[in-house]
C-alpha cells in the first residue's frame, strides 16, 4: 500500500504520492494515540513488566506524541482536501486493528516471561474477546479507544496538535532511563 508503483507518472505518480503521504499521516495518528495511552496507562506499572523494558516502549510511545503532526502537516500542505484525509482513515483504520491484533500476539508468543502457556497456544488464545479483557484491565487501549481515534481525526477541523501532550511526551524523553542511556 506504501510502496512504489511501476508505470506510473506525471498526475497519476503525483497523485499517488499524495495518497501515501495522507495514509502515512492516518497511521502516525494511531501511534500518537498509542503513544499516549501507553504514557498514563498505570496498569502497565502495576503489571510485572521488565522496568527496561516498558522504558523502551514508553520512550517510543513518547517519540510518538512529539512528532504526531509531522506527516498530517505535509500531507495537508500537499494537498488541504478533506476526502482524501477521511479516505486514508477509513483504508487506515481497519488496517491498524489487524495490525494491533497481529503484534500483540507476536508479542505475546515470543515473550519468554510469560508462564502457564505454551507458545503455540498463546498464538491461539489471543483474539477480539481476549484484546477487550486486556483493555478493561488498562493493560492494552480498549478497541473502543482505538475507534474514537479514527473518528475524532474525521473531525473536519481536527488538527493533531489539539490531541496529547507535547510537554508531557518531551518530560518523558528527558526523564527515560533508556534515552539518558543512549546519550
Known amino acids: 500500500m506504501l510502496g512504489d508503483r511501476e508505470g506510473l507518472s506525471g498526475k497519476a505518480a503525483e497523485q499517488y504520492l499524495l495518497e501515501r503521504v495522507a495514509i502515512v499521516a492516518a497511521i502516525e495518528h494511531f501511534t500518537a494515540h498509542m ?16 522496568p527496561t523494558m516498558l522504558d523502551l516502549l ?66 491461539r488464545k489471543i483474539g477480539w474477546r481476549a484484546l477487550r479483557r486486556a483493555g478493561k484491565r488498562g493493560l492494552l487501549p480498549r478497541p473502543r479507544e482505538l475507534g474514537g481515534a479514527a473518528l475524532t481525526y474525521l473531525k473536519p477541523k481536527f488538527h493533531p496538535s489539539q490531541e496529547y501532550s507535547t510537554s508531557q511526551a518531551v518530560a518523558y524523553l528527558a526523564s527515560s532511563q533508556a534515552a539518558r542511556a543512549a546519550h
Open 35 to 50: 503513544g499516549h495511552w501507553m504514557l498514563n496507562a498505570k496498569a502497565l506499572d502495576e503489571a510485572g513488566i521488565d
Open 58 to 123: 514508553r520512550w517510543h510511545a513518547a517519540e510518538e506524541v512529539e512528532h504526531r503532526a509531522v506527516a498530517y502537516d505535509l500531507a495537508r500542505h500537499l494537498d488541504r482536501r478533506y476526502m482524501r484525509r477521511a479516505r486514508a482513515m477509513i483504508v487506515v483504520a481497519p488496517l491498524m486493528g489487524v495490525i494491533w491484533l497481529r503484534g500483540t500476539r507476536f508479542m505475546i508468543a515470543n515473550d519468554p516471561e510469560l508462564r502457564g502457556l505454551p507458545a503455540p497456544d498463546r498464538k
